[in-house]
Nanobody, 126 residues
Framework: QLQLAESGGGLVQPGGSLRLSCTAS????????IGWFRQAPGMERVGVSV???????YYADSVKGRFTISRDNVKNTVYLQMNSLRPEDTAVYYC????????????????????WGQGTQVTVSS
């Protein structure tokens, strides 16, 4: 079974940057759509960005121009580079995977994925 692990979260000041990593153990992420999601306290989990194996990407409007999703097939890792962070970006960030050759903006919905990581906390505060 595909197991995902997020890392890279932490405390950062507004305007700062963080890079999150999503790594799979034992199985290649090739052929999987990978999504990044976040859940703030008291809120529903929402989509942030998704990426297909071929490099097609989509972003939530709230992070466009600030976040970038990328994949390193050698390291079997998907990254979320987060720049110009704001206090409202504070949340637990999760990565998720589902096997598919293609992706559409619909994949920003949380109920499409089969595998989830445990999450990593991102706190943006001065």
């Amino acid at each position: 079974q595909l197991q995902l692990a997020e890392s890279g979260g932490g405390l950062v000041q507004p305007g700062g940057s963080l890079r999150l990593s999503c790594t799979a153990s034992e199985f290649s992420l090739d052929g999987y759509v990978i999504g990044w999601f976040r859940q703030a306290p008291g809120m529903e989990r929402v989509g942030v960005s998704v990426s297909s194996s071929s490099g097609v990407t989509y972003y939530a409007d709230s992070v466009k121009g600030r976040f970038t999703i990328s994949r390193d097939n050698v390291k079997n890792t998907v990254y979320l580079q987060m720049n110009s962070l704001r206090p409202e970006d504070t949340a637990v960030y999760y990565c998720a995977a589902r096997r598919s050759a293609s992706v559409t903006p619909t994949w920003l919905m949380t109920n499409l994925y089969d595998y989830w990581g445990q999450g990593t906390q991102v706190t943006v505060s001065s």
